[in-house]
Each structure stands twice: as structure tokens, then as C-alpha cells.
């Protein structure tokens, strides 16, 4: 005789086996893997923060040193011009001075009397 065969229920109303958990030394293992990881992600932190940083504070001041350059350069220019003989010539009549042997002639009302000669001059045009 053959045994009677198993039904599918019977074989679903089995429990079920429960999952065998590792042994405790490969627990032990992998958290102590996971735990070397995050050290190390927490030694390297402080670090690459400040590189970062110190690259930006870089880049800034080289961007600083270029703008600092090309004013260096204008301003050179610009004392170049100024210690020229025409430029410090021009720059002493503003002042008021003169050179030996001229007189200094002050003309009071020049604004007033360019003032009427404009106004003269468009009085024409519209006469």
C-alpha cells in the first residue's frame, strides 16, 4: 500500500520554518565593519570640510589679487601721467600759481557775465 498523498493544505497549515540567524560572531563582524566604516567617514569629515573651505577662501583671495593687480596697473598709469611737465603745469595755473615773470590777473563775475552773453546770443537768434 502506498501512503495516501499529502494535500496542499496540509502541506500550507505546516508552520513554516523561521529564518536561522547568523551565528553571533558574524553579527559581531559586520557591525564592527559597519562601526570601522562610520569612524572613519567621521575622521575624514573635519578634514575635507576644511579643504573645501580653504579651496573657496582661495579662489576668492586669487580673484582679490586680480583686481587688486589691474588697479596697481591704473594707478601706475595714472602717476606716470601725473608726473609729467604739462600735467603739473596745468594742475599749478588751477592752484593760482604762476611762473616767474607772469602776472596774475583775477576776473571777478565771469559766470555772470557768460551767463548774459548766452542769453544774448539765443535773444538774437529768436529777434
Keep these: 500500500m502506498t501512503a495516501p498523498a499529502r494535500s496542499s493544505r ?4 505546516r508552520p513554516k520554518k523561521k529564518k536561522k540567524r ?10 564592527l ?11 575624514y569629515w573635519h578634514p575635507l570640510t576644511t579643504y573645501l573651505d ?12 586680480a583686481d587688486l593687480k ?12 601725473q608726473r609729467s611737465d604739462a600735467v603739473l603745469v596745468r594742475e599749478a595755473r588751477r592752484l593760482g600759481y604762476v611762473q ?4 596774475l590777473y583775477i576776473v571777478k563775475g565771469l559766470r555772470d557775465w557768460r ?13
Design 100 to 103: 616767474p615773470g607772469e602776472r
Design 10 to 13: 496540509a502541506a500550507d497549515a
Design 70 to 81: 589691474t588697479q596697481k596697473k591704473a594707478l601706475e598709469r595714472q602717476l606716470a601721467l
Design 54 to 65: 580653504r579651496r573657496g577662501e582661495l579662489s576668492r583671495a586669487a580673484s582679490t589679487v
Design 115 to 127: 551767463r548774459a552773453a548766452a542769453h544774448r546770443s539765443t535773444v538774437k537768434r529768436d529777434g
Design 33 to 43: 565593519a559597519v562601526g570601522a566604516v562610520a569612524l572613519i567617514g567621521y575622521l
Design 22 to 31: 547568523p551565528p553571533r560572531h558574524a553579527l559581531l563582524r559586520r557591525w
